[in-house]
């Protein structure tokens, strides 16, 4: 009996022993296209669009088809949206924006959405807080200190959720019946675009023992000298008028930073059966892809801020940076009659894509310059993706666990770790729909959950739809902070 299980789990140590080097991790700008939506990336057996997934996946299915084995192809569209839990995102960002001071005359900031001469100089009104008859300043300090408390706790809401995304993405995989040396081929042709817009938040510096003795020392002032403005901390200063009326201005380099990129990437895979016994059999496969990378980013204090959503247009149609690369994926599946299990280890050689510059010139603070400038550089790194399959003796009903086993950052910034669970029915019929459902959580960076819906119709198109759980507001509306959706088309000859 021991040495039965022997034999029967070997294979599956050799998956893991294979990968067991894979400490890193990927992620491409989109979600899956297609059934792999809902499914995830797991091998799921639907023909070209499961061999997407795992490189080691075209052998299996076609093995698994035998002399009925058809060259099948899908071609999938897909998009998606996502907010951070800000209402009215775009008017936010110009409402924060009225508290920090705008760049130097003298600095070159020109850009629609970012124009500074227009910006009105006033900043946050206080109201008639002083009070030149009564030398107790502590009501004074009390409005000053709960104002730049308040702004503190705005950029706290900004760096977790002051961000909008949007993607949109084209799939068509191919998978050929007929062997070559021993083995499947597929190719591959995807692109996809997408933009994200999210805040770097320089901290606010106010200590209230500083703040205290600079508005004493302006009480102690005579009243013909006193000046109009008073620094009271590192970052915050007043406007006093005649009669005075006080305003806070925030000499702040918090800012927006907005990324677009659209990949292009065209893709060749290999796989074949690598052993076999009683048990099952072990496939191996690898995947070779170019990539064509185009880049375009910006970063915008939020002083120098008047409309956000046109430097979001602005950033979404600029001229964009290109750049060449190259990746290597390797895959391998053990299939059983009612389950299989697989690992994949995505850009090996992990090839590095070059942004744009950013002019720095406005930015004071190191530690806004210094995130700016490490943003310039995205590493499209090593991912180890596991994967284990349970299906019915007939294989119509299937379930899927697919996992990242590490977390990564995608060209745009966002941190992604992906654990999926979806199941399904393939009913093989023209007339009663194949239906899917899945649970996908990003174990890292937002940590957003999704709930996906899917179904195959007339035997031949696929339709998806994937909503977060949680809900934001925009334009006075609660929607989901998250939406996918996809459609597409698979046939065979």
Known sequence: MINQWHKQLA??????????????????????????????????????????????????????????AKSGAIVSGAAGLEYG???????????????????????????????PELKPPFGIDLGQIWDQLDPDIQDELDAIVAEATRQAAILALIKTDGYGKAWISADAPVVFATPRWGGAWTMQLSWSGASRAFGIVQPIDLGRETARAAIQDWFDTEVGSRPPSLQVGGQVELLID??????????????????????????????????????????????????????????????????????????????????????????????????????????????????????????????????????????????????????????????????????????????????TVSAGLETGNQWIPGLRLGYRQNLAGTEKTYASLGMTVFKYINLDISSALDVTKIDGKKLPEGLMVSIGFQTSW
């Open 11 to 68: 294979p599956v140590f050799a998956i893991f022993m294979i990968f067991a080097a894979g400490a890193g991790s990927a992620q491409t700008l989109f979600q899956p296209p297609g059934a792999n939506l809902t499914f995830g990336d797991v091998t799921h057996g639907m023909r070209a669009q499961s061999a997407s997934t795992n490189p080691a996946a075209a052998a299996a299915d076609l093995a698994r088809q035998g002399n009925d």
């Open 242 to 419: 005649a009669v005075g009326k006080v305003s806070l201005v925030l000499q702040n380099d918090s800012s927006i930073a907005f990324k677009s990129t659209q990949l292009s990437t065209l893709s060749s895979g290999y796989s074949r059966a690598a052993w076999s016994n009683d048990a099952g059999t072990l496939y191996l496969g690898a995947e070779a892809h170019l990539h064509n990378m185009q880049l375009s980013r910006l970063a915008v204090r939020f002083g120098d801020i008047t409309d956000s959503e046109l430097l979001f247009d602005y950033i979404r149609d600029a001229d964009f940076e290109s750049d060449t690369r190259v990746s290597l994926d390797v895959g391998a599946l053990w299939v059983s009659d009612n389950y299989q299990l697989g690992a994949q280890l995505t850009s090996l050689n992990e090839p590095d894509f070059q942004f744009p510059d950013v002019n720095l010139e406005p930015f004071r603070d190191d530690g806004i310059i210094q995130r700016i400038q490490s943003d310039r550089t995205y590493t499209m790194e090593r991912q180890l993706k596991l994967e284990a399959s349970l299906y019915s003796n007939d294989r119509r009903w299937s379930g899927h666990l697919g996992v990242d086993a590490n977390s990564a950052s995608d060209p745009l910034g966002n941190d992604y770790q992906w654990l």
């Open 85 to 115: 839990n800000i209402q009215e995102i775009w008017n936010f960002y110009d409402e924060v924006s009225q508290a920090f001071k705008k760049s130097d005359p003298d600095i070159d900031v020109d850009a629609p959405g970012q124009l």
